[in-house]
């Protein structure tokens, strides 16, 4: 039986492949490669040391460049308002402007938005002490048809109850940039 190759062992290979090429050009003297060869197994070193220390599961361009970069931190700005009665309630989290970016991107048919990378909604509850969200979301007009639904996400099946987030318009004053940002995230409790 055939086992599917992983990239550690992808990159395994090579590297060991670089090394006897090292070997073979130390051998017969062929010097005028030496620098290439060198430039290959430090690249492919490289990638195996990260791929090593890495606990990613998928690894794509991104995950890569923000594990070498990561994304700068933005202060949080927020307030909390929560109430309780009868076994329901909620607790909501109101940010000042600008929010948190997010990032949406246009349904099929160019009309509604979702929110398919779960990184950044990730992020922010991460940085309120929240469990992540494991799928994106659409936005609940399209669901509902209603415009009052219009800049909202739900997360259903959320650990600690329904999870709303509500985007706004933030604007970026220093370079004239509009983005969506997270206005404020709900959590209702399951009763």
């Given at each position: ?10 990159v395994m290979v ?7 090429w090292?070997v073979?050009?130390?051998v ?13 197994a430090?690249?492919l ?28 931190d933005?202060?949080?700005?927020y ?27 246009m ?25 992540h ?17 219009a ?6 099946g959320?650990?600690?109850g ?8 933030c ?7 509009r ?6 995230i709900?959590?209702?409790n399951?009763?």
């Open positions: 039986m055939i086992e599917t190759a992983t990239l550690k062992t992808i090579l590297f060991g492949l670089t090394i006897l090292l073979k050009i130390l017969k003297q062929e010097f005028e490669t030496l620098v290439r060869a060198l430039v290959v430090v690249l070193g490289g990638a195996f040391l990260f791929l090593q220390t890495t606990k990613l599961e998928r690894i794509s361009w991104k995950t890569i460049r923000n594990q070498v970069l990561p994304p700068k933005i202060p949080l700005v307030t909390i308002d929560e109430k309780s009665r009868l076994g329901e309630g909620y607790v909501r989290y109101i940010f000042e402007e600008p929010g948190p970016k997010i990032n949406v991107v349904d099929a048919n160019g009309k509604k938005f979702q929110i398919k990378d779960i990184e950044p909604v990730n992020r922010v509850l991460e940085a309120l002490g929240l469990p969200v494991t799928s994106g979301a659409q936005e609940q007009v399209s669901i509902t048809g209603k415009l009052s639904d800049n909202i996400y739900r997360w259903e959320y650990p600690r329904l999870l709303v987030l509500e985007l706004a318009l604007q970026n004053k220093v370079g004239l940039e983005y969506h940002c997270v206005a404020a709900t959590i209702r399951r009763s």
